[in-house]
Structure formats: structure tokens, C-alpha cells
């Protein structure tokens, strides 16, 4: 079922705007929560302070490479979305998707592709060829310019994806970045040789969110939830 009665779901837009990994956790399980008494859409838009975060994995990353990027000034948090480490800071633009697929399409794959593909589409718009790997995410050559990590229960999803604007991007060098070897990270400033900011990108995002999610978007202000 893609849609309900042929009507486009209705996503409300949140703009967080800084906020710390915590705090965005906390605010995505109070969007996860109004799901249950219904289909309660919504695409939380966000930047970060520096932080490392490390998703599900058979083994814990090591303590002692955590404590080691905690001295470089960052947070570092264990999550429970897919994939493995990654950076997250001022200049990217994360996206937190909080849908029940139920009003989509059941199917975790196909909602991870409509992620990669919003991105790809965004880029395409701004004149970046960019495109999906064997890896997760969005890639422009062997670059990773967008993270994708999700987090899907009962069909309602949270986490969602890491678009490097304007990133410093040397607090990546620190890591492998998800885990994948020989790979580099890039981003929209690098990639066009100009300053690309969060707020300039946003508008591309929701464009190209709302075509590739057919759905309807509701811009609100900032809630203090």
C-alpha cells in the first residue's frame, strides 16, 4: 500500500535548528510517540555540535577510541540506529524522519532507497552527480557526502541521514567513517568550490523529500515539545 485512498500523507516540518544529539533523541521518541494514537508525520531538521555517534554493531566500538575523540571536544553516543560511526556537527544538515511506513510503503529497503535517492535528487538539482554504492548512503565518486542510518519499529521510522553542507570535514579524519576502509568523506562547499550553508540547502531537501515521498509538506515553527 503506497498510499491511503490515493490522498498524499500529510508530513508536518520541524526546524530544530542547533540542538544536541540528546536532546534530538529526545525529541524524535516524543514525535515516535504520537504515532500511536495514529499516523502523526513529521521530518525534524537539525544541526548538531560536534558529535560522534555509533550505531548497532556486533561489537562495541572500543572504549578507548571513544575517549580518545572525547578529548578532541566532541560528544560521543551509542545508538540504536543501523551502521556504524560516523560525525555529526555544524554544517550538516540532519534529517530526522519520524513516517509510519504504513502510510508509505512496508518495506524498510524502499524507504532507505527514497532516502538515497531525496539526495541524489537534491544534488542533481545543484548541479552534483552523485549516486547510491554497494555501502549505504550517498556518494559522489568514492566520497560519502550523505550519511543514511535509520531506526525502523512497527513501521515508524526515526534517525535518518547526515548531508555534509559547509562540515568541517577534518573532524572525519579521526574515524572510518561507517566503518568502510579507503573510502573519503566530501561535501556540497567541496564539491561546488563555494560556501554551500545548511539554510540554503533545506529548501532543495524539502523539494526533493516531497517528490520522492509523494507526499504533502506543513511547515510549523519550533516546538518546545
Known amino acids: 500500500m503506497v498510499q491511503m485512498q490515493g490522498s498524499r500523507p500529510l508530513v508536518e516540518v520541524v526546524r530544530l535548528g542547533l540542538v544536541s544529539y540528546q536532546e534530538a533523541l529526545r525529541l524524535q521518541q516524543v514525535y515516535v510517540d504520537r504515532h500511536r494514537s495514529g499516523p502523526a508525520h513529521a521530518?525534524?531538521?537539525?544541526?548538531?555540535?560536534?558529535?560522534?555517534?555509533?550505531?548497532?554493531?556486533?561489537?562495541?566500538?572500543?572504549?578507548?577510541?571513544?575517549?580518545?575523540?572525547?578529548?578532541?571536544?566532541?560528544?560521543?553516543?551509542?545508538?540504536?540506529?543501523?551502521?556504524?560511526?560516523?560525525?555529526?556537527?555544524?554544517?550538516?544538515?540532519?534529517?530526522?524522519?519520524v513516517l509510519?511506513?504504513?502510510?508509505?510503503?512496508?518495506?524498510?529497503?524502499?524507504?532507505?532507497?527514497?532516502?538515497?535517492?531525496?539526495?541524489?535528487?537534491?544534488?542533481?538539482?545543484?548541479?552534483?552527480?552523485?549516486?547510491?554504492?554497494?555501502?549505504?548512503?550517498?556518494?559522489?565518486?568514492?566520497?560519502?557526502?550523505?550519511?543514511?542510518?535509520?531506526?525502523?519499529?512497527?513501521?515508524?521510522?526515526?534517525?535518518?541521514?547526515?548531508?555534509?553542507?559547509?562540515?568541517?570535514?577534518?573532524?572525519?579524519?579521526?574515524?572510518v567513517p561507517c566503518g568502510i576502509e579507503g573510502k573519503g568523506v566530501t561535501s556540497l562547499s567541496a564539491e561546488l568550490q563555494r560556501d554551500v550553508s545548511v539554510e540554503e540547502t533545506v529548501p532543495h531537501l524539502l523539494d526533493a523529500f516531497r517528490e520522492q515521498f509523494n507526499c504533502q509538506l506543513m511547515d510549523t515553527p519550533e516546538k518546545d515539545s
Open 43 to 97: 521530518l525534524l531538521l537539525c544541526q548538531h555540535p560536534p558529535v560522534y555517534t555509533t550505531g548497532i554493531r556486533h561489537q562495541p566500538y572500543p572504549a578507548p577510541l571513544l575517549e580518545d575523540l572525547r578529548l578532541l571536544g566532541a560528544d560521543v553516543h551509542r545508538t540504536n540506529r543501523g551502521g556504524l560511526i560516523t560525525f555529526h556537527g555544524p554544517g550538516q544538515l540532519v534529517c530526522y524522519p
Open 100 to 175: 509510519n511506513l504504513g502510510s508509505f510503503n512496508k518495506s524498510v529497503r524502499w524507504y532507505v532507497g527514497q532516502l538515497e535517492r531525496t539526495i541524489i535528487t537534491l544534488c542533481r538539482r545543484v548541479g552534483i552527480e552523485a549516486s547510491t554504492s554497494p555501502h549505504t548512503g550517498v556518494w559522489v565518486g568514492g566520497n560519502k557526502i550523505c550519511a543514511v542510518g535509520i531506526h525502523c519499529g512497527r513501521y515508524v521510522t526515526s534517525h535518518g541521514l547526515a548531508l555534509n553542507c559547509n562540515t568541517d570535514l577534518s573532524w572525519f579524519s579521526h574515524i
